[in-house]
């Protein structure tokens, strides 16, 4: 039944997201030939104007579909789960999970589209779809003193997904505390996010005192020390993988609440 909830979350969005993502691509694309004709002709006005609008609503539309990804993901949790659509979605023979899940998959779904789309881009917009720039910018990195290995890279990758899950979850668990209420929901919803955003830069920051504590004992100051220090590789990845566990234990938590309710607590708008 998740794969059918799934299927209904791609076919309600799939256009807009297709169009979105069109849009993108489709103003990296006149950014480039603009800029080729503009060289060919030696310096067109009509070109070069073409050229610097088209750049910068490509980086604009970037920009602008992860915010919608954002927002969007928050509506359709709200209106699907927890307003008047509910009364017909809770109906459904299908458990809380499942409806909760397959938005949170959905979301997820998306936002690496977003980083798909992103990327292409980018490819688009420097002619290099071997993205040498990354190997350029380890280099730089490894100059510096700080040597990026697959390593450190698979886990770098690894977090960034587990903090988009982790968002994600963080969101619909204060729609789900917000609904709690019964009236200001959306403001009770605002305040929850503060509340639970605090909760995780405390505990992130605990997290990563236990670490430096842990990998420097007492010597741990000397990361304050100079400007010029450079965290040692065992460091970067003890930090990232600390960072992981702690986005995993936030996302059982935001998810156990959200289920909680969805199943037990339900108060529908």
């Known amino acids: 039944m998740l794969g059918k909830l799934l299927k209904y979350e791609f076919k309600a969005q799939g256009a807009m997201y297709l169009g979105i993502y069109l849009i993108a691509l489709l103003f990296s694309v006149i950014a480039v030939a603009s800029d080729k004709i503009n ?51 809770h109906t459904l023979p299908v458990s809380a999970a499942s409806l909760h899940f397959s938005k949170l998959i959905a979301g997820i779904i998306w936002f690496i589209g977003d980083i798909a789309v992103l990327m292409i881009s980018v490819g688009i917009l420097t002619g290099d779809f071997r993205f040498t720039w990354i190997k350029l910018f380890n280099t730089m990195l490894e100059q510096s003193g700080l040597k990026i290995d697959a390593g450190i890279a698979f886990i770098f990758v690894l977090y960034i997904l587990l903090s988009v899950i982790s968002s994600l979850s963080m969101y619909y668990a204060c729609l789900n505390l917000g609904s709690l209420s019964y009236s200001s929901k959306g403001i009770m919803a605002f305040a929850w996010y503060l509340i639970l955003y605090m909760v995780g830069q405390i505990v992130s920051v605990i997290g990563l005192v236990i670490l430096c504590i842990v990998q420097y004992g007492s010597n741990f100051a000397v990361l304050f020390q100079t400007q010029t220090y450079i965290a040692p590789k065992g460091f970067v990845m003890g930090t990232l993988v600390t960072s992981a566990i702690i986005a995993v234990i936030l996302t059982v938590a935001y998810n156990f609440a959200s289920l909680y309710i969805l199943d037990k607590k339900l108060n529908l708008e």
């Not at 509506?75 to 509910?86: A, H, T």
């Open 39 to 89: 060289k060919a002709l030696n310096g067109n006005p009509v070109f070069s104007t073409m050229r610097v609008f088209s750049l910068s609503a490509a980086v604009i539309a970037l920009v602008a579909i992860f915010i919608v990804t954002v927002v969007m993901c928050i509506i359709r949790y709200r209106n699907n789960l927890l307003k008047d659509e509910g009364y017909l979605m």
